[in-house]
Structure formats: structure tokens, C-alpha cells
């Protein structure tokens, strides 16, 4: 079983909609998660970090992080075309390099 | 804003051949870490170096090294390389803990990548 699990999709939803992107982890010692987006043949690009459990909003993303049930979640309100794009959640322990999960892509149809 | 350097950004090389990639962190971040990301996958944690030295060692094979120099550039070297070693190469960068505490040192920013082709 790898450390952190993601569902790879592909997701595909029409413009406007709400998505709801996750990731299930085993290691306990996780405490830092943070959701990259990354642009085809670009680098991931950093979109919400969160430190141990809780939610934080930034725009019309939402991230949550439920440390008693391993799982993390990105919301994306009033999604547009241009959040097309793979969505990788990655989390670490603080001194350990991130663990990336598989990486979820969204195409959000016009 | 200054982002993360890497050269080249495509790479094509036949299969026994070696290869360096490139890599310029941000300036004032001291932290370097190297992914391997294969087509469809996500990014593999290679190796990492703080302060020049290294910090963390992941899946990277006996054939790669990789070195941090006092400049804080970073060097992916690539020997005897196989079919399977095309792939996108990331360099990634973080600040010290001195500027954003632990919260702050986990942000780490990507590079574009080096795309290796293998033939």
C-alpha cells in the first residue's frame, strides 16, 4: 500500500460546478498537506498548504485535513476551464521530503 | 519574482549514455530536492541536500548522483542511462527554517522540469 493514495480519475465536470478532490494517507506522522495543481508538461505549482487539521480557504478553494481519518480533501467552487489541470496532494512529517499521492486530473468542460 | 532554474529543458540521449541536469534554487533557499516524474505518475522523491549536503535519500538509483555546490546550485548526474530513465526531472527549492519556521521550510517551490528522452 503506498503512504498516500489519490484517485487518479480522470475527473471531468461542466463549468460552475463544485469539485471535490481526495487523498487518504497511512502515515501518522504526517502533518504538514499541501495540494499542488499541475499544468500539463509544467511544474506542480503550490495552491493550499495546511498545517495538522482544520480547514483554510483561499478563493474559491477550500482545503480540509481530518488527521483521525487520514484524508485530506480540496473543494474548487465555481470551477472554470482554466482549473483544468492535474491536482497532486502531497503531504510530509515536517523534516521528511514530501510524499506525492498520484495526482488527480480535471478537465472542467465549458 | 525569482523562481526555481533548471537547464536544460529537454534532453535527448541514447541508452549507456550519461546526462547532468541543472538546477538554481531560489536565492536565500537552502534546500534543494530532486523528483523523477514518469509519464502519467506522480513525481518519485530522488534525493535532497541542505546546506550542501545531503539531507534525505529516496528511490534514486546507484547510477545518478547529484551534488550541491556553494552557490546553492544543485547537479543531477545520470550515468548508463536505461530506457526507463525518460522522465520529467524536477528540482525543487525551499527557504530555511530561520525565515519561515517549519511551516515555512515544507513550501517547496518546483522548477519547470528536464524532460529526458531515452533512445
Known amino acids: 500500500q503506498k503512504e498516500v493514495e489519490q484517485d487518479p480519475g480522470p475527473l471531468s465536470v461542466p463549468e460552475g460546478a463544485i469539485v471535490s478532490l481526495n487523498c487518504t494517507y497511512s502515515?501518522?506522522?504526517?502533518?504538514?498537506f499541501m495540494w499542488y495543481r499541475q499544468y500539463s508538461r509544467k511544474g506542480p505549482e503550490l495552491l493550499m498548504y495546511?498545517?495538522?487539521?482544520g480547514n483554510k480557504e483561499d478563493g474559491r478553494f477550500t482545503a480540509q485535513v481530518d488527521k483521525s481519518s487520514k484524508y485530506i480533501s480540496l473543494f474548487i467552487r465555481d470551477s472554470q476551464p482554466s482549473d483544468s489541470a492535474t491536482y497532486l496532494c502531497?503531504?510530509?512529517?515536517?523534516?521528511?521530503?514530501?510524499?506525492f499521492g498520484k495526482g488527480t486530473r480535471l478537465s472542467v468542460i465549458a | 519574482a525569482a523562481g526555481v532554474i533548471q537547464s536544460p529543458r529537454h534532453l535527448i540521449k541514447e541508452k549507456r549514455e550519461t546526462a547532468t541536469l541543472k538546477c538554481y534554487p531560489i536565492p536565500r533557499h537552502d534546500t534543494v530536492y530532486w523528483y523523477q516524474q514518469g509519464p502519467g505518475q506522480d513525481p518519485q522523491f530522488l534525493i535532497s541536500?541542505?546546506?550542501?549536503?545531503?539531507?534525505d535519500k529516496g528511490s534514486i538509483p546507484d547510477r545518478f548522483s547529484a551534488q550541491q555546490f556553494s552557490d546553492y546550485h544543485s547537479e543531477l548526474n545520470m550515468s548508463s542511462l536505461e530506457l526507463g530513465d525518460s522522465a520529467l526531472y524536477f528540482c525543487?527549492?525551499?527557504?530555511?527554517?530561520?525565515?519561515?519556521?517549519?511551516?515555512?521550510?515544507?513550501?517547496?517551490?518546483f522548477g519547470a522540469g528536464s524532460r529526458l528522452t531515452v533512445l
Open positions: 502531497a503531504m510530509s512529517a515536517g523534516n521528511t521530503p514530501l510524499v
Open positions: 525543487a527549492s525551499s527557504p530555511p527554517w530561520t525565515s519561515g519556521g517549519a511551516y515555512g521550510a515544507n513550501v517547496l517551490t
Open positions: 502515515n501518522s506522522a504526517f502533518q504538514y
Open positions: 541536500f541542505y546546506e550542501k549536503m545531503q539531507s
Open positions: 495546511t498545517y495538522s487539521s
